[in-house]
């Protein structure tokens, strides 16, 4: 009896290991494939250690691609400005490589000087770091600035990567005001910007972002400037947003959409006077920057990409 027991006990045992190895067989291949390749990159940067979150897609497939280097406010770890990043979700293709650097001290510094320097010499290092690789392509260096990190972005794009820059996007974010005499290379460009947000004046003047502040050119001004580098008319075309039937608790955005013709790159700028407007990633709470409605009627970070896409991102 004992010797049936055992013999029960032992197939029963067998059953039941075989049923977790077959369910964690089927668990695992119920995974959904990885939609990209991360990684934490560490490179020698101006004498220290500087670090950055990449998303390099179709890593066997060695081709030269579009180098995206995206710089959120704060620039916290990699990981952190990734999930909150909002165009890398949208991004239709896995042409691109998506760089996410990380601020020395935490956060991107507003004002010109030795710090700026240091954080350029940063972006310039990363651009060339792919470009050796082999993956990179140096005619295709994107820059995207959310916040302080679009002041950093409007430095970048005005000192140079050692490489041409083939565009620049910023979203509430402003252009200092001591980089009025910047004349950078012909790129595409496109700024989002709220109307009425006092801390980043629309029409220019003291910029407050987090703790800091700076002196910031209007929107239009930063809009002439990169019109004038890329030979653009004299012509500026300002077409209202279409109106359509908001949904829900959603408000119809009002605003423009500023260009000019007849340039060398297309340059844009996006001003929303009112109405909802979504920035995929952002909470409310994220200090510095504006609170997102969760409303979808305009979705910032699409409208870049889409901007970006067509010029060759």
């Known amino acids: 009896m004992r010797l049936e027991n055992a013999q029960v006990n032992f197939f029963s045992s067998k059953r039941a290991v075989m049923a977790g190895l077959l369910a964690l067989a089927a668990s695992f291949f119920a995974l959904p494939a990885p939609a990209s390749a991360a990684a934490r990159l560490t490179i020698e940067s101006g004498g220290i ?3 950055a979150m ?4 179709d890593r066997l497939k060695l081709r030269r691609r579009p180098l995206i280097i995206v710089l959120r406010r704060g620039g916290g770890m990699g990981t952190f400005l990734r999930r909150r990043s909002g165009i890398e979700d949208i991004a239709d293709t896995n042409r691109p490589i998506f760089v996410y650097p990380e601020a020395a001290n935490g956060v991107w510094p507003e004002g010109p000087g030795a710090e700026a320097d240091r954080d350029v010499k ?6 060339e770091h792919y470009i050796n690789q082999g ?3 140096p005619r295709r260096i994107f820059l995207v600035g959310v916040s302080s990190g679009g002041v950093l972005a409007y430095r970048a794009a ?3 990567l050692g490489r041409p820059v083939a565009g620049l996007s910023t979203r509430f974010s402003a252009m200092p005001a001591d980089l009025a005499n910047c004349a950078p290379n012909p790129m595409a460009y496109v ?3 709220l109307a009425s947000d006092p801390r980043i004046p629309f029409g220019g003047g003291k910029a407050i972002l987090g703790e800091s502040s700076f002196d910031a ?3 239009e001004g930063a809009l002439a400037l990169f019109a004038k580098a890329n030979g653009c008319g004299a012509r500026r075309e300002d077409k209202p947003f279409p109106e359509r039937e908001p949904h829900g608790a959603a408000k119809l955005v009002r605003g423009a959409i500023m260009s000019y013709s007849g340039c060398k790159a297309p340059v844009e700028l996006i001003r929303i006077d009112s109405g909802g407007y979504h920035n995929p990633g952002h909470r409310p709470e994220h200090n510095g920057e504006p609170a997102a409605e969760e409303s979808g009627d305009f979705d910032a970070s699409r409208a870049v990409w ?7 991102a």
């Open 217 to 219: 050119l209007p929107a």
């Open 122 to 127: 940063f972006l310039h290092d990363l651009v």
């Open 306 to 312: 889409e901007f970006l896409k067509r010029n060759g």
């Open 54 to 57: 990449v998303v390099l897609r």
């Open 191 to 193: 700024s989002v910007s």
């Open 158 to 160: 005005c000192a140079g």
């Open 135 to 137: 993956v990179a392509d």
């Open 49 to 51: 250690s500087r670090h």
